[in-house]
């Protein structure tokens, strides 16, 4: 038994009250059956939308997706989205289908979904409804395509990667003809929207099986992001590696914490290191400078996944820094505290971890950086300055004394915090003000 949020409950009541045919369905009873948290409820209904907009009269609804069959109602202040039972017309161009049809057959809205395990319907009288073999899939953990698999890939692409995205997600594995036709189809997600590509790409990554998915789908994953093919394969001829640059990648990818911007960041770190490869005479890989060419490509690859620009921000920087030296030594990290914010400094730490885990474990450097991050935690604690805004004077303190209010100012009080974070001056007012005079004629 599924216990149903209770606005869904009462929406299928309601429906139902008014002589139309309700479920749960789709993602949400795949995901109850397996015990994870649904990410979000839809429900599916005979009513067609200007009849459920009439069951719902009084209710805040919102059209967006009406000739689709879907209408939102506002339950308890949550979105809730109704879709009438549908089928979907032919798809000439992998990606909408030319038109939908609304149909009174809840088997024939079941058949149009994309995996047995994703089309289960559930009503709170009678139970599941499985037209396809979905609870059976489920236990044997399998995704398999509902009907003919070269079908379903080519009428919408997208379901490629949902695919390998819900096995990452959900430690599926795939059936093995909807595997067959999935590979063959990959090359179609060339035509899906950037949008709907990169929401799978960042479920994907943060999967639980990431790491055999990268492994096994290269060449799906190269359809949205090519640049990761040069890696597949190429040894880095360093003492430091025991694995090709791409199952370094896919190792750390999987060692570090399941967020978006830092499984990308992992996915990218060294995506420019097949382009700066050379061989000394030792016969000793270098890649030196890739740190920049990996930047370089991020710019590239992240806006054309539509990123927004605030995570490219934040990747593009781990990515720049994530091969910087760092030491156990409280100046160096007041810097990195300062240049990063504390927020991007402990974010690199968990990046140069996972990048260090998946490397040779002779060259192991984790316990160094714990250190650090130990050291950094302790000058938070403390509150000490490492930043202008904790500095104890600031540029009206400046101009009292006579410093003109341009360029030269802001260099003062940069000046006067690396003093601070190198230990040549207190952080108080009276002796920065103090150091600064003595030290006017330099500064
Ligand atoms: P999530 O956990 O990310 O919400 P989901 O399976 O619920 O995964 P939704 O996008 O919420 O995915 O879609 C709800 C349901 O609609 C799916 O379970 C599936 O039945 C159907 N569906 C969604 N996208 C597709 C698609 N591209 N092709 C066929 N059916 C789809
Ligand atoms: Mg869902």
Redo the contacts with the bound molecule.
Sequence with gaps: KIQLPSPVGRAIERLNAAGYEAYAV???IR?SLLGRMP??W?VTTSAEPEQTKAVFNGVPVIETGIQHGTVTVILDGQPLEITTYRIDGSYSDSRHPDAVRFTRSLKEDLA???FTV??LAYHPDTGIVDCFGGTEDLRQKSLRCVGDPDKRFTE?A??VM?GIRFASQLSFSLESATEVSLRRYAPLLQKVAAERLRTELV?LLCGEQVESVLLRFPAVLGQLIPELLPMVGFDQQTPYHIYDIYEHTAHSVAAIKNTPVLRLTMLLHDIGKPRRFTVDKKGQGHFKGHGTVSVHMCQEILPRLRFDKRTIERILSLVKYHDVDLEPREALIKRWLNRLTPEGFFQLMEVKLADNAAQNPLYDRSASYREIIQMAHEILDRKECFSLSSLAVNGDDLIEMGIPADKELGETLQILLQAVIDGKCKNDRESLLEYCQSHRQNL
């Design positions: 789709g993602g949400c995901d990410e979000d839809d149009r979904r994309d994703n089309a919408d997208l379901r949902r479920k």
